[in-house]
């Protein structure tokens, strides 16, 4: 029996029962996208019922240099075709990877904002308030001696009128409770700092049920305000 050699389409050379390269590619793209929900489904079922096979075959297709290149072009011609939709694609994927990562590393992620705020602070230099503090000081040792002694008087005052009754005992079982982490930023700490949740100049006392450990930077920076405004940490 004979058989054309010629593609009955366009007439170009072509192997005995089968359509030309370039036929055969223009008739699947029709058909897939006429067909394109009941292709993606086809694909999903086929990779969910054997996933570690779809997982070979793109690995044996990588593999392959002149496959592996063409794969890479038909992905740059895509992203070039569809950036507004790729771009909205690694905002949501950004998004949600983002949420939980934070959700699970609260710690690190603290570290790594106190040690940006450190360098930026190391770069900028010394501001013109801290400064111009730094020089008074430097003017009058006599005065901003008074100014500390009447600080420490007032902070002695205050916790002579607190009740006072914290024991080494309560305060290593109070480490013990929180594992030898900041009660704020939950980080490990080496000196772990007594800090009272109600603060000894708004009434609080120095007891066991109101000390929790803290680093120096939570400690500093919640001061003496109400224990929620470390909710954010």
Known sequence: MWVSRHCRKCGADRVPGKDCQACAR?????????????????????????????????????????????????????????ADKVRAGFEDWYRRRGKSWRSTNTVKLRRASLAAYYKRIAERGRGPERQQAADWK????????????????????????ATVDLTADQWKRTLDVFGNRCAYCRAEMTSPQQDHVIAISRGGDHTEDNVVPACKSCNSRKKNRPVWVMAGV
């Open 26 to 82: 223009a008739r699947a793209a029709a058909w897939y996208a006429a067909n394109r929900d009941r292709a993606n489904a086809a694909s999903r079922a086929k990779y969910a019922a054997d996933p570690s096979k779809a997982a070979e075959y793109g690995r044996r297709r990588r593999s392959d240099p002149a496959t592996h290149a063409s794969i890479l072009e038909w992905k740059a011609r895509y992203r070039a075709l569809n």
């Open 138 to 161: 430097r003017r009058n040792p006599d005065r901003w001696r008074i100014l500390q002694q009447n600080a420490t008087n007032r902070r002695r005052a205050q916790m002579l009128a």
